[in-house]
């Protein structure tokens, strides 16, 4: 199956003030953009489709001045994303308030928490997922708040140049540390290097992952381009003849021509 991470991230940066710095807020501003990214997805090929909602809690969208509208953000982003015809990921990130490596604070963290998964499940989504792990404090607290009554549960940790999560953790740890919370898939995120090293270590020491999304884009003010579809389908072929992963997909930097590159050779 082909999985894909925000659709957003390729057409939102000339859009109105409102959404610059928070492209969570493209499900209420501009509905039609998300909804146009999401169906091109679907109709390339995916499978599985992001809702848009890694930066949507009240925290993070302080700074743009709509705390107040990340539990609607959530559940419009699902909503939109459910209209095109995949199924809806529904992302839960770490946000910028990691407990481990920088002393955050995790009665904020739970209360962001709260705030979207409240929205997501409002919205109907298919699977929770617990993305881009780099502090597992985070994660704890994340699935503390999901507990048992909420759809299955996806986990990815995000591998380094280390092959390590931020807080130094390791694939194979990660994969251990996942494990433990019994979620529906698990996988690993990050460049595409780093995370074919890290798959590797995962398999090579008896473990497994369900998926594997990778950045075609640099984020960052050049937003520079990692990888052609050419050249990420080629990444994949050898990755999947080395490996059974089921699951493959970008986390950050999806386009439609990605998609049907990735579906030729899947």
């Not at 998964?117 to 298919?126: E, F, I, P, Q, W």
Request: proline share 5%.
């Amino acid at each position: 199956m082909i999985w894909c991470g925000n659709p957003w991230n390729h057409g939102w940066w000339d859009l109105p003030f409102e959404t610059v710095g928070c492209g969570e807020l493209l499900s209420i501003y501009h509905p039609d953009v998300l909804r146009a990214d999401c169906l091109a997805l679907v109709e390339a090929g995916a499978d599985v489709v992001s809702a848009a909602t890694s930066g949507g809690v009240p925290s993070t969208m302080t700074e743009c001045g709509h705390a107040g509208m990340a539990c609607e953000a959530n559940r419009r982003s699902v909503q939109l994303a459910r209209e095109c015809g995949a199924k809806v990921l529904g992302e839960i990130s770490p946000t910028r308030n990691l407990v481990t490596m920088h002393g955050g604070d995790p009665r904020k963290l739970r209360n962001d928490y709260v705030t979207q998964v409240t929205g997501l499940l409002d919205g109907g989504v298919n699977f929770l997922h617990v993305e881009g792990l780099m502090d597992l404090a985070n994660a704890r607290i994340a699935m503390e708040v999901i507990g048992d009554s909420a759809p299955p549960v996806v986990m990815s940790g995000a591998v380094e140049g280390t092959m390590t999560l931020l807080d130094g953790t390791r694939a194979t740890a990660f994969v251990d540390f996942a494990r433990g919370y019994n979620p529906a898939f698990i996988g690993l995120t990050g460049h595409t290097e780093a995370v074919a090293h890290a798959t590797g270590e995962v398999f090579d020491s008896g473990r497994s992952v369900d998926f594997v999304l990778v950045q075609t884009i640099w984020p960052g003010a050049e937003h520079r381009w990692l990888q052609t579809p050419e050249s990420l389908a080629a990444y994949f072929k050898t990755l999947l003849e080395k490996y059974p992963i089921p699951h493959i997909g970008i986390s950050y930097g999806v386009r439609p021509d990605f998609i049907r590159a990735l579906r030729r050779i899947a």
